[in-house]
């Protein structure tokens, strides 16, 4: 069975857009884990535009199931998973104006940095995953590194209509084959909602999907009908 690990990131979000301390995504994180979470998924970025060092310390604490820590292969953000000690570490690419998560990581290009960086966290006993392109240098790379696992984008076969995306798609099947061969746990994430997700899990092999945005939006929508009538009935009561 494939597990879902939920990214807490927008609930951070949130939070940052008042700089106050709701919502809170420790709090968010246990309730994932209570319906059925099996990994709470953070994205410390270089710039702490939502997650912040608290949450990643309290979150250490307090998960239950795995805490996979999304971070830029940075000597900053290596310092802090040495202290942290994640179960996870997911080393991602990071640029300061994107809005998310751009692309994979280009292992082949820094093969001698992230070996060396992939050596000091599994000397601190932190499983190693890295999140790439579905491309086959990309993955042999990741293996020659010693990563334990890799996380497939799957953002561009999110984002691509038609034909486009039936190839993005194979592209992602080859790319389960390949780690696999290349003895890499596999894992998906990016972009995947309630619709794009089912042609990705009927490929089978990928043993963990890292979902954000189309859960926190969906709790948004499903929420929000709940959280007015208890305002309405505190308004009108009075
Ligand atoms: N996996 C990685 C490596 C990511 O960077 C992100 C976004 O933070 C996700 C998964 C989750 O993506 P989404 O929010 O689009 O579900």
């Given at each position: ?122 000397q ?10 579905p ?8 293996a ?65 999907y ?18 007015v009538r ?9």
């Amino acid at each position: 069975m494939a597990k879902l690990g939920v990214n807490v990131d927008h609930i951070a979000t949130i939070r940052q857009a008042r700089g106050g301390t709701e919502p809170d995504p420790v709090t968010a994180s246990a309730i994932a884990e209570l319906a059925g979470a099996d990994g709470i998924t953070v994205h410390l970025r270089e710039d702490r535009r939502h997650i912040q060092d608290r949450d990643v310390m309290l979150l250490r604490r307090t998960v239950q199931t795995h805490l996979n820590l999304e971070m830029a292969a940075t000597d900053e953000m290596v310092a802090i998973a040495m202290k942290v000690v994640p179960d996870y570490v997911t080393l991602v690419p990071e640029k300061r104006q994107e809005l998310t998560t751009e692309g994979g990581l280009d292992v082949v290009k820094q093969k001698q940095k992230l070996a060396k960086q992939i050596d000091l966290l599994h000397q601190a006993g932190i499983t190693v995953s890295l999140f790439v392109d579905p491309d086959l240098e990309q993955l042999k790379a990741s293996a020659r590194v010693k990563a334990d696992y890799i996380e497939i984008h799957t953002g561009t076969y999110c984002d691509a209509k038609g034909k486009a995306k039936v190839s993005e798609l194979a592209k992602i099947e080859e790319a389960v084959k390949a780690g696999k061969k290349l003895g890499l746990g596999v894992n998906a994430g990016h972009g995947l909602n309630y619709q794009n997700i089912k042609p990705v899990l009927a490929l089978g092999g990928i043993e963990e999907y890292n979902i954000g945005h189309s859960i926190i939006s969906r709790a948004v929508l499903v929420g929000l009908d709940r959280a007015v009538r208890e305002m309405a009935e505190l308004v009108h009561g009075s």
